[in-house]
Structures are given as structure tokens and as C-alpha cells.
């Protein structure tokens, strides 16, 4: 007689068929983990060792999986001492940050990575997501230095010149150190390029720029103001220093015979200095005074060194 209950071979086959499914979905999420671009990890939340990693991981980690399982994660992923995991040690639920991938062979790869809390066989585990963000790093940092340097020269362009030279400006105030800035024009520069071509104007922009590196400390700020004009902020120098340095330029230049497709080209600079005074003096203002500088050591006959002092000016 039927009870209506399901009997022994019915729950046998409906067994099989859950186990079935599950398998068939394991297989398919297996796949599907497997395929991706991503690199994804699973680690333990409790003892922060790693219990799967995708191909892609591996591949990005340049280890096998067997060489990688049950391995500490801060060894490649992320190299943070335990107590700062974003998620079992700060408390967060998700963590989306760009980190470091640690390779086998020991190099560091910019990574996009995201870790959620999951469960696990009944434990606590970290699932991590990421992405190779190094051509990305790569095509910012191309960007930057198109946005902060002259494309001829290489050195910082008008904008990013200023801004730099505004922070070593306050930084000069609250030391109580010196700061002076030096305008340069290079003379008759129409002139070379009527003569002998753009080519030949932008390789004596290039040489000029690469004598005043030479003549320059590694901390002070280079910069291209406009076709042939350049300004230098001198970091810990005075009015009297930066004369000094800048006449050490202008004979520097003199002295130098560039030689562009054949010819011998010689040039000359003038150069205008003043340094930074009072607490209210804006940036803008102290460059107006070195300007001043520069046009009255062109008013005097070109290829000399002028400078302002603080009370002075020039009409």
C-alpha cells in the first residue's frame, strides 16, 4: 500500500542527482575561475595561508600551485605583517586598493586587488581578485610627465615649474632659509633660428639646458618659461650665492661651441636674480623682480649677470 512517502530507489536517484548537480556546478564555477583574467586567490582568514590560486595567479606569481599553497599570503600578495589585513585585522568588509604582487623571483608588481570575507568549508576565508595594473602605471606615469615636464628638454614645463618652486618657497620660510630665483634669455635666439633652422634653435635649447644642469645641484628647480626663456630656483641660496652661480652659467655658456649638422655655434645668455623676501612676497612677484633683472641686463648690453635685491626695483 502507498504511504505516499518517496521509497529507497527514488531518494537513491534523487540523491544522485543532487550530487550530480553539485559536481556538474563545482565543475563549471571551476571553469569559470579557471578562465579568467583575474588572479584569484583563496587564503585562509585564521592563519592567512593560501588554500587555491587560479591559474592566473599563479601565472602572475610565477609559481606553481603546489609551491604556493599553504604559503603565507603577505609572501606574494600585499607583503603586510599580520595585524594589518584591511579585512581580519581593521575590520572591513571589502577591501578595493591598489597593492604589490611579490613574484618568485622577487619583483614587485603593481596589483588592483579586492578581497570579500566568504565561507569556506565551514571557515572563515579570504577570496582576492586582482589585476596586473603595471602598463597602466606605466601609461600614468607617461602622462604625468607629459602634464609636469617640456617635451623638448625634458625639464619641468612653465606650470609644474611654478608649483614646485611655490612649495620650496614655503618651505624656505618656515626654515628661515634663503631662496633666489634666476631668470634666463638666450640672446639673439631669432636670430639663430632665422640663420640656421628650428633643428639647430632646438639643439642649442637642448645644449643650454644641459650646461645649466651640469652647473646646478640636484635640488634645485629647472625649469622651461617659454620659447628660449628658463628659469632656476635655487634652493639655500642668496642673492649674492646665486649671482655667483648664475655668472658661473653665463661663462659656461660663452665658453661652449655647439656643433649642429656641420656648423660651429657659439651663444650667449643674460641672466636676471633675485631672492625671496618677506613672508607676503608671492612667488609671482619675486619672479617680476627677476624679470626686471633680466631685462635690465639686456638694456646693458646682453651676456652679463643682473640682480635685484628685495628693495630694489627697475623701471
Not at 106 to 131: A, C, W
Not at 164 to 192: G, N, Q, V, W, Y
Request: with cysteine.
Amino acid at each position: 500500500m502507498d504511504s505516499g512517502e518517496p521509497d529507497l530507489i527514488t531518494l537513491t536517484a534523487e540523491l544522485r542527482k543532487a550530487r550530480e548537480t553539485i559536481r556538474d556546478l563545482e565543475e563549471r564555477t571551476r571553469f569559470i575561475i579557471d578562465s579568467m583574467h583575474a588572479g584569484i586567490v583563496i587564503i585562509d582568514a585564521e592563519t592567512h595561508r593560501i588554500v587555491d590560486a587560479n591559474p592566473e595567479a599563479l601565472k602572475l606569481m610565477g609559481v606553481s600551485k603546489y609551491q604556493v599553497v599553504d604559503s603565507i599570503c603577505h609572501n606574494y600578495i600585499c607583503p603586510a605583517e599580520i595585524g594589518s589585513c584591511p579585512i581580519t585585522d581593521k575590520g572591513q568588509n571589502v577591501d578595493n586598493s591598489e597593492r604589490v604582487l611579490i613574484t618568485r623571483d622577487g619583483k614587485r608588481m603593481p596589483i588592483l586587488k579586492t578581497v570579500v570575507s566568504i565561507n569556506f568549508n565551514g571557515r572563515e576565508h579570504l577570496l582576492e581578485t586582482f589585476l596586473d595594473i603595471t602598463q597602466l602605471k606605466l601609461l600614468q606615469e607617461k602622462l604625468e610627465l607629459l602634464a609636469t615636464t617640456d617635451s623638448l628638454t625634458g625639464i619641468y614645463n612653465h606650470r609644474h615649474f611654478i608649483e614646485r618652486s611655490e612649495k620650496e618657497m614655503s618651505r624656505a620660510r618656515r626654515s628661515r632659509t634663503p631662496l633666489s630665483i634666476a631668470m634666463i634669455d638666450i640672446d639673439h635666439f631669432k636670430i639663430i633660428n632665422d640663420t640656421h633652422g628650428h633643428a639647430v634653435g632646438d639643439l642649442v635649447i637642448k645644449e643650454l639646458v644641459a650646461i645649466c644642469k651640469d652647473g646646478l645641484r640636484p635640488y634645485d628647480l629647472l625649469g622651461r618659461i617659454g620659447g628660449e626663456e628658463f628659469a632656476i630656483t635655487m634652493v639655500d641660496c642668496d642673492l649674492q650665492k646665486a649671482f655667483t652661480v648664475s655668472e658661473r652659467l653665463r661663462k659656461g655658456v660663452a665658453n661652449h661651441v655647439i656643433r649642429a649638422y656641420g656648423k660651429a655655434i657659439s651663444i650667449k645668455i643674460s641672466i636676471g636674480v633675485a631672492e625671496v623676501s618677506g613672508d607676503m612676497e608671492s612667488f609671482e612677484s619675486i619672479m617680476n623682480r627677476a624679470d626686471q633683472a633680466l631685462y635690465l641686463a639686456k638694456k646693458l648690453g646682453r651676456n652679463r649677470v643682473e640682480k635685484l635685491s628685495p628693495e630694489s626695483s627697475f623701471q
